[in-house]
């Protein structure tokens, strides 16, 4: 009957709501759970961090050939310089999305904002 289908329906509604709120339980678990393995957050204060993404958002990268040779000197690894200048505009996006950790630095650290282009 009617009635019948419609207290299956509110039992599949409640059913529902129950299992949204166990996927939204899990998901802060699971955050938890990564933040408590990051070496980043646990070993390097969001100041140093902050400092480290300006540098790396800065333009020091591609202002001058002096500057990038001695830049490149100081690397332990080989950068391809035109790559990360055309890709560098986006590089605060970037960093914002590697953990939830990064993206409250990134957002909290206005000088990587200073070269998104349009």
């Known amino acids: 009957t009617q009635d019948e289908i419609t207290l299956v329906q509110d039992r599949i509604c409640v059913l529902e709501s ?10 802060q ?9 990051s070496p980043v957050k646990k070993y390097l ?5 902050s400092n480290i993404f300006q ?6 990268l ?6 990038t040779n ?3 000197q100081t690397l332990p690894y080989d950068i391809d310089l035109p790559n990360w200048k055309s890709n560098g505009p986006y590089l605060p996006v970037v960093l914002g ?6 993206r409250q630095v990134v957002q909290s650290t206005p000088q990587v904002w200073t070269i998104i282009k349009l």
């Open 18 to 27: 129950k299992i949204a709120s166990l996927n939204e339980e899990r998901a």
């Open 29 to 37: 678990l699971l955050r938890r759970c990564n933040e408590l393995r």
């Open 45 to 49: 204060p969001p100041e140093v961090l």
């Open 55 to 60: 540098f790396a958002c800065s333009d020091a």
């Open 62 to 67: 591609t202002k001058s050939h002096a500057n």
């Open 70 to 72: 001695v830049l490149m």
């Open 97 to 102: 999305s590697v953990c939830s950790f990064w």
